[in-house]
C-alpha cells in the first residue's frame, strides 16, 4: 500500500473521530488551510472551524503531539529528572524549559491514567496467582467440609 493512500486513510478516520468542542457534532467538510498549512475543518452544524488538533488534548500546546506525548512517557516510565529530559530533547533538536514539561506531566499524567485504566482487562480464573506465584496468597481450607484437615490433625490451625 502507498504512503499517500496511508496518510490519506488516517486523515479521514482522524476527521472521523473528530467531534467538535461546541457542538459535539462529528460531520465536518474542509475549510482551506490555516496559517502553519494544517487542514483546517468546519463543522457542519454550528460552523465553527478547527483542525485535527482542535479536538485533541493537545490543543493549545505550541509542540507537536509527539514531543509531548514522548517527554511525558519518558518520564511517566522511566522516572528521569525534568532536567534529563530537557538535555534528552535538546539532543534531539528540541529545546525546553523544564517547568514546560512540568506543565506537560501535570496535564497528561491524568490522561495517561485513565486510558490505562480502560485498557485493563479483568484476568480469567486461570491465571489468577497460585500458591507459589506472586500475589496475594489463596485462603487454606480450614475444615474437612472445605476440603482441609481437620483442627486436631493440624495442630497449630486455628478455626473460626
Ligand atoms: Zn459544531
Same mark, same amino acid.
Request: aromatic share 8%; charged share 25%.
Given at each position: =500500500? ?11 478516520? =482522524? ?7 461546541? @457542538? ?15 487542514? +483546517?475543518?468546519?463543522?457542519r %452544524? ?35 529528572s525534568?532536567?534529563?529530559? /530537557? ?8 529545546? /525546553? ?13 491524568? +490522561?495517561?491514567?485513565? %486510558? ?10 486461570? +491465571? ?5 506465584? %506472586? ?6 481450607? @480450614? @475444615? ?12 497449630t490451625?486455628? +478455626? /473460626?
Open positions: =500500500m502507498l504512503m499517500s493512500s496511508i496518510l490519506r486513510r488516517d486523515t479521514f478516520e =482522524m476527521r472521523n473521530r473528530m467531534q467538535c468542542g461546541q @457542538c459535539g457534532n462529528e460531520q465536518f467538510t474542509k475549510a482551506g488551510r490555516d496559517r502553519q498549512a494544517r487542514q +483546517l475543518y468546519r463543522c %452544524a454550528c460552523g465553527r472551524r478547527l483542525t485535527a488538533r482542535s479536538a485533541s488534548a493537545f490543543r493549545g500546546y505550541r509542540f507537536p503531539d509527539e514531543i509531548v506525548a514522548l517527554a511525558v512517557r519518558w518520564y511517566l516510565r522511566f522516572r528521569l525534568y532536567a534529563d529530559l /530537557v538535555e534528552l530533547l535538546a539532543e534531539r533538536g528540541v529545546h /525546553v524549559d523544564p517547568s514546560t514539561i512540568f506543565d506537560w506531566v501535570q496535564h497528561f499524567t491524568p +490522561l495517561y491514567q485513565d %486510558a490505562a485504566r480502560l485498557q485493563r482487562r479483568r484476568r480469567p480464573a486461570s +491465571l489468577l496467582p497460585l500458591a507459589g506465584r %506472586a500475589g496475594p496468597r489463596p485462603r487454606r481450607p @480450614c @475444615c474437612p467440609a472445605q476440603g482441609g484437615r481437620a483442627a486436631g490433625a493440624l495442630g490451625q486455628r +478455626l /473460626v
